[in-house]
C-alpha cells in the first residue's frame, strides 16, 4: 500500500483526522497492554488482603478477572488502582500526557471535552497513586529543612467565615501559627527528594520521623539549619548531623542545603500557576511535583506514569481517606517547640 498516496488523496478534515488518530496511538499509553506485561512480570496479589493465592475468575470488559482464595473476594486488573470504576478509560490515558505537561484543569476540560469536576477528580485520583514513589531511601548525605504554607480551604462549601474575594484579604499571624502548615523537604545526593506534609504548627521530633524517618538510618549524614526538632530527632535516631544557622544555609562546601533550596524554588514556581491550591489536597500536589523531578530526564514519561498508576492497588482506598486525613491534620495539636 502506497501511504504517501493514500493520504494525498485524503480531504483536509480527513487529514485532520488522522493525524489525531496518529497521536492518539503513538502518545497515548494503553493499559490493556501494559497491564498485560505488568502481570506478566510480577505476581498478582488479591488488592483487599494482598495474598499471591488466587485463581482465574473469567474475564470483565476484556480484562483479566480472578478470585483470591483466602477472604474468597473476586477482583480485576484495575481493582483498588486509580483506574477503577472509571468509565472513559480512552480519554484518561489522554489526560496522562496534560498531568506531565502540568495543563491546568479548565484547558484538560477543554481539550479532552470533559466536565471541569471529571478532570479535577481524575488529577487527584492520579496524584493520590504517586504516593509510593515519593520518597526512597536516602544514600550518604542527606539535606533536609521545613517550610512553612497558609492554611487553604479552596472548595470548602461549609466556612465559617466569609470566603475571600483575594489574597490579601487573608489576615494571617507572622511566623509560625496553627494556621500554617508545615511541609518537610529533603533530598540525598543522588538525586532522590522528598516532600511531605509533616504537621499543622511548627514540626516536632514525631513528625520529622513520620516524613522521613524510614528513609535514614545510622549510616546517613544529616545537614539542617538549627531547628530543635530535627536536632532532637537527629540524636535519637543516632544519625551524624551537622547544623548552621538558616540564613547561611550551609556549613561548608559539603554540609549544606543548596539542593534542598533549589527544589523549593522549583515547587513554588511550579505552584503558582495554579492559584492557590486546598490543603486538603496538598499532599497530592507534593506527589505530583516529586514525579515531575524523578521523571524529568527520562524519555519514556508517559509510560512511567501509566506503569506507577497500574502498580498502585491502594490508590483508590487512599482517595477515599484523603478526608479523613484531612481532619486529622487540621486536629493536630500545635507544637510551640
Not at 127 to 156: M, P
Not at 163 to 175: A, E, H, I, N
Not at 182 to 194: F, H, L, Q
Not at 294 to 306: E, F, P, S
Request: with cysteine.
Amino acid at each position: 500500500m502506497d501511504i504517501q498516496s493514500f493520504v494525498k488523496n485524503l480531504s483536509q478534515s480527513q487529514k485532520h483526522d488522522l493525524l489525531k488518530f496518529l497521536q492518539y496511538e503513538i502518545e497515548v499509553p494503553k493499559f490493556d497492554s501494559l497491564n498485560n506485561s505488568t502481570n506478566n512480570s510480577s505476581k498478582i496479589e488479591c488488592p483487599n488482603c494482598e495474598d499471591s493465592q488466587v485463581v482465574g475468575h473469567g474475564t470483565y470488559k476484556g480484562r483479566g478477572r480472578y478470585m483470591c482464595k483466602s477472604c474468597k473476594k473476586s477482583f480485576n486488573d484495575y481493582t483498588g488502582t486509580a483506574i477503577s470504576g472509571i468509565k472513559k478509560v480512552d480519554k484518561f490515558q489522554s489526560y496522562l500526557k496534560l498531568i506531565l505537561e502540568s495543563v491546568s484543569i479548565r484547558k484538560a476540560s477543554k481539550t479532552l471535552e470533559l466536565n471541569v469536576k471529571t478532570v479535577l477528580d481524575w488529577r487527584h485520583k492520579i496524584a493520590t497513586s504517586l504516593e509510593q514513589i515519593n520518597g526512597t531511601k536516602f544514600l550518604g548525605i542527606v539535606e533536609c529543612d521545613d517550610k512553612l504554607v497558609n492554611i487553604n480551604e479552596k472548595g470548602n462549601k461549609n466556612l465559617d467565615r466569609e470566603s475571600y474575594k483575594r489574597p490579601s484579604d487573608r489576615k494571617t499571624k507572622r511566623g509560625v501559627s496553627d494556621d500554617k502548615i508545615s511541609i518537610i523537604v529533603a533530598t540525598d545526593r543522588k538525586g532522590n527528594p522528598t516532600m511531605k506534609v509533616a504537621k499543622r504548627g511548627r514540626i516536632d521530633a514525631k513528625s520529622v520521623d513520620k516524613s522521613i524517618g524510614d528513609l535514614m538510618d545510622s549510616q546517613n549524614i544529616l545537614c539542617s539549619d538549627k531547628h530543635p526538632s530535627i536536632i532532637s530527632w537527629a540524636k535519637e535516631k543516632e544519625v551524624e548531623h551537622h547544623t548552621f544557622l538558616s540564613k547561611n544555609h550551609g556549613k561548608n562546601k559539603m554540609f549544606h542545603v543548596q539542593n534542598v533550596n533549589s527544589i523549593d524554588n522549583l515547587y513554588e514556581r511550579w505552584i503558582k500557576p495554579f492559584y492557590g491550591i486546598s490543603t486538603k489536597f496538598l499532599n497530592q500536589y507534593l506527589n505530583w511535583f516529586m514525579f515531575l523531578q524523578r521523571i524529568k530526564n527520562k524519555t519514556n514519561q508517559v509510560i512511567d506514569l501509566a506503569e506507577i498508576i497500574l502498580r498502585n492497588k491502594k490508590a483508590k482506598f487512599a482517595y477515599n481517606q484523603i478526608e479523613n486525613c484531612y481532619e486529622i491534620l487540621l486536629n493536630q495539636q500545635y507544637s510551640k517547640t
